[in-house]
């Protein structure tokens, strides 16, 4: 078993800073990377940023400058810095596992329960 513990979402006014962490813990033997995702009401599931093991960065359009996606290999771990939040930003943030390898398995895509992001004043 595998668990992603999400933590850090919450209610932040427009220009204002959050930072969310997601910690993969259970019986992981390998994991290539971690990202970000994110979904807004009515809208389809989208990439926020994702990091490699080797540590490159991929970015959404939308948030590049103002979020930072960074990761602790050891602790099977990803963090993303979000700063000048904007209202569009709001949505439920999900982290997402990729190419992990376990003792029960492998899994292309294995996702955490998500947490909500609302910017408003």
């Known amino acids: 078993q595998v668990q992603l513990v999400e933590s850090g979402g919450g209610l932040v006014q427009p220009g204002g800073s959050l930072s969310l962490s997601c910690g993969a813990s259970g019986s992981i033997l390998s994991i290539n990377a971690m990202g970000w995702y994110r979904q807004a009401p009515g809208k389809e599931r989208s990439l926020v940023a994702t990091i490699t093991r080797g540590g490159s960065t991929n970015y959404a359009d939308s948030v590049k400058g103002r979020f930072t996606i960074s990761g602790d290999n050891a602790k099977n771990t990803v963090y993303l810095q979000m700063n000048s939040l904007k209202r569009e930003d709001t949505a439920v943030y999900y982290c997402?596992?990729?190419?992990?390898?376990?003792?029960?398995?492998?899994?292309?895509?294995?996702w955490g329960q998500g947490t909500q992001v609302t910017v408003s004043s």
């Open positions: 997402k596992v990729i190419d992990l390898w376990t003792y029960s398995g492998y899994f292309k895509d294995y």
